[in-house]
């Protein structure tokens, strides 16, 4: 297992192909972090990756973040691990929003094992 500081959120590598992220508290995700973000993810993931994100704690992304966020072939799957009913609301917001250009392979838990496990599930059916 791998910790690596951006400048905005803390990537833990979990397996060659599966990363977890925890973005930092009060951050307003823009997007340079975003390009960030996926130089990052491409830099130091075997694709195609997945991605655990760890919704602990309150961040939120402006309009330009949100129609870039998670728009790179190399994601397969994202499950977000959100703790509160907000949080699974804004999330499915984001996700289902018309602002994205390719539609997510996302899912919504409520605890980090179930979510850890179906990640790991999807990149195993990328092997076929």
Do not use: C
Not at 8 to 20: M, N, R, S, T
Not at 21 to 37: A, C, L, P, R, T
Not at 84 to 101: D, E, M, P, R, V
Request: aromatic residues 12%; proline residues 2%.
């Amino acid at each position: 297992m791998e910790i690596h500081q951006l400048s905005f959120a803390q990537v833990i590598i979990l397996h060659p192909d599966i990363a977890e992220v925890f973005i930092n508290e009060g951050v307003e995700m823009n997007i340079n972090m975003v390009k960030e973000y996926h130089n990052f993810l491409i830099a130091h993931l075997k694709s195609p990756f997945s991605l655990l994100i760890n919704k602990i704690k309150s961040y939120s992304y402006d309009f330009e973040a949100q129609i870039y966020l998670a728009n790179i072939k190399e994601i397969n799957a994202m499950a977000v691990v959100a703790y509160s009913k907000a949080t699974q609301y804004a999330t499915h917001s984001l996700a289902t929003g018309a602002l994205k250009n390719t539609p997510w392979n996302l899912e919504i838990f409520q605890d980090r094992q179930t979510a850890l496990t179906w990640l790991e599930n999807q990149q195993l059916q990328t092997l076929y």
